[in-house]
C-alpha cells in the first residue's frame, strides 16, 4: 500500500525559505509524477507544482519564482522550496500522486494524498 | 488560468435527500478534464469523480458526475451521514491546475 507522509519545519519566520519532504512508501516515485498543494485555513486548494519521473517540473506562474521542486531517487523522496514566505504563506501543505491507468500513462488528477503538514508563518 | 466557481457556498441537506453541486469555469475546459473531490475534516481530499463523470474506485454510485464545456454538476443522491462534507472541483486540462473553493455541504 503506497503511502506519502509530509515532513519538515512547522513554522518559518518571514522572509526565510519553507522546505518540506514527502516521504513515499511501497513504491518507487520514479514511476508517478508528483505535485505539491496547499490549503491555506478556510479557503480552497491551490496547486503549486507538478515533478515529471524525469525531474522536470512545472510550476503555478503565481508562484513560480519563489519556488523549486526536485525529486530524491535515492531516498525515494521528493521536496519543496519556497523562498521569501510572507504570512501569506501559511497553509496546510500537501503532497500528492498523479493518476496512471493501466496503460502506464498519467492522468492529471490526484488519486494519493498525504495527511498533510500545517505551515505557518511568523516571527 | 482557469478560474472555477463552485456554488452554492454552502448546502444544507437532511439525510436521505439528493444534493445538486455546481462548478463552472470561465473557460471551456478540454476534453471534460475535471475532477471532484471530497475533504472531511483533518483529512485530506479523496477523489470522488474524473473526467467529468467517471467514478473513482470504490466510490458508491450514488455518486454521479455530469457536464461538459463550462458547466459541470456533482450529484449525490440519497444523501448519508457520512456524505456530510466539502466538496471541490478541479480541472486538469490546462496548468496552473486549479481548484475551486469548495461546497460545504452539512445536515440540516
Known amino acids: 500500500q503506497v503511502q506519502l507522509r509530509e515532513s519538515g519545519p512547522g513554522l518559518v519566520k518571514p522572509s526565510e525559505t519553507l522546505s518540506l519532504t514527502c516521504i513515499v512508501s511501497?513504491?518507487?516515485?520514479?514511476?508517478?509524477?508528483w505535485s505539491w498543494i496547499r490549503q491555506p485555513a478556510g479557503k480552497g486548494l491551490e496547486w503549486i507544482g507538478r515533478?515529471?519521473?524525469?525531474?522536470?517540473?512545472n510550476y503555478n506562474p503565481s508562484l513560480e519564482s519563489r519556488v523549486t521542486m526536485s525529486l530524491d531517487t535515492a531516498n525515494n523522496q521528493f521536496s519543496l522550496r519556497l523562498r521569501s514566505v510572507t504570512a501569506a504563506d501559511t497553509a496546510l501543505y500537501y503532497c500528492?500522486?498523479?493518476?496512471?491507468?493501466?496503460?502506464?500513462?498519467?492522468?492529471?488528477?490526484?488519486?494519493?494524498w498525504g495527511r498533510g503538514t500545517l505551515v505557518t508563518v511568523s516571527s | 488560468e482557469v478560474v472555477l466557481t463552485q456554488s452554492p457556498g454552502t448546502l444544507s441537506l437532511s439525510p436521505g435527500e439528493s444534493a445538486t453541486l455546481s462548478c463552472r469555469a470561465s473557460?471551456?475546459?478540454?476534453?471534460?478534464?475535471l475532477a471532484w473531490y471530497q475533504q472531511k475534516p483533518g483529512q485530506p481530499p479523496r477523489l470522488l469523480i474524473y473526467?467529468?463523470?467517471s467514478r473513482a474506485t470504490g466510490i458508491p454510485d450514488r455518486f454521479s458526475g455530469s457536464g461538459s464545456a463550462r458547466d459541470f454538476s456533482l450529484t449525490i443522491s440519497r444523501l448519508e451521514p457520512e456524505d456530510f462534507a466539502v466538496y471541490s472541483c478541479?480541472?486538469?486540462?490546462?496548468?496552473?491546475?486549479?481548484f475551486g473553493q469548495g461546497t460545504k455541504l452539512e445536515i440540516k
Open positions: 500528492a500522486r498523479y493518476y496512471y491507468d493501466s496503460r502506464g500513462y498519467p492522468d492529471f488528477y490526484f488519486d494519493l
Open positions: 511501497g513504491d518507487s516515485i520514479s514511476s508517478y509524477y
Open positions: 515533478l515529471y519521473p524525469s525531474g522536470n517540473t
Open positions: 473557460q471551456s475546459i478540454i476534453s471534460n478534464y
Open positions: 473526467g467529468a463523470s
Open positions: 478541479q480541472q486538469y486540462g490546462y496548468t496552473p491546475h486549479t
